[in-house]
Structures are given as C-alpha cells and as structure tokens.
Nanobody, 127 residues
C-alpha cells in the first residue's frame, strides 16, 4: 500500500499561486510514477501532470502547460504541484496518484494506469 495524502488546497483569487503537496508512505514511493488529476463539476477526472519516479520525465495537460510545475523529493516521499497564474477554470478537487514501476522514466497520463489515489484537496479560484 502507498497511502497518499494531499494538502495545500484553498481559495485564491485569479492570478495567484498555490502549491499542492502529496505525501506518500512506504519505501515504494521512490519507485512510483506520480500524477495529479482534478475533478470539476460536470466533468470526469482530468489529467493535470505526471512525473516519472526518477524525476527526469514530466508531462502536462495543454490547459496547464507553462503555468503548473510538477516535482518530487524522493528523500521526503513527496510530490508537489506548483500552480501559478491560476484561473477560475482551474477550480476543482485535485488528487494525486501513484503507480509502482521498475522503469525510471515511465509516467502515465490516464487515470486507469494508476494503482493508488489520495483523498484529494479542493482548489477554488475566484474571478
């Protein structure tokens, strides 16, 4: 099991920044590809960003590219999502996810590729 706990959500005005954190337990975090997804009213779960367990490979949805940055600190078993220039359409419930892998460069962009999920954290961006 790789329990995941997200934090850092909140209510901010458009243009502001937030940093989400996802803390994982267990030594398997260092061999887990990690991802961030968000769910908004009326939509399904949407891919936001992903990072390989080595940290060398990342990917982003087009809607957040250039504004969000995913990173990880394997010594702290934590993955981060730095969100800058937030827009009202970024409002949603943000989840982190983990997929154990032996491939250091592997990352996933589909939610059904992930094995473990956190409980989520709410991000609300006011206009």
């Amino acid at each position: 099991q790789v329990p995941l706990v997200e934090s850092g959500g909140g209510l901010v005005p458009a243009g502001d920044s937030l940093r989400l954190s996802c803390a994982a337990s267990g030594r398997t975090f260092s061999r887990a590809a990690m991802g961030w997804f968000r769910q908004t009213p009326g939509k399904g779960r949407e891919f936001v960003a992903a990072i390989s367990w080595s940290g060398s490979n990342t990917d982003y949805s087009d809607s957040v590219k250039g504004r969000f940055t995913i990173s990880r600190d394997n010594a702290k078993n934590t993955v981060y999502l730095q969100m800058n220039s937030l827009k009202p359409e970024d409002t949603g419930f943000y989840y982190c996810a983990a997929r154990q892998t032996y491939t250091p460069t592997y990352y996933a962009t589909q939610d059904d590729e992930y094995d473990y999920w956190g409980q989520g954290t709410q991000v609300t961006v006011s206009s």
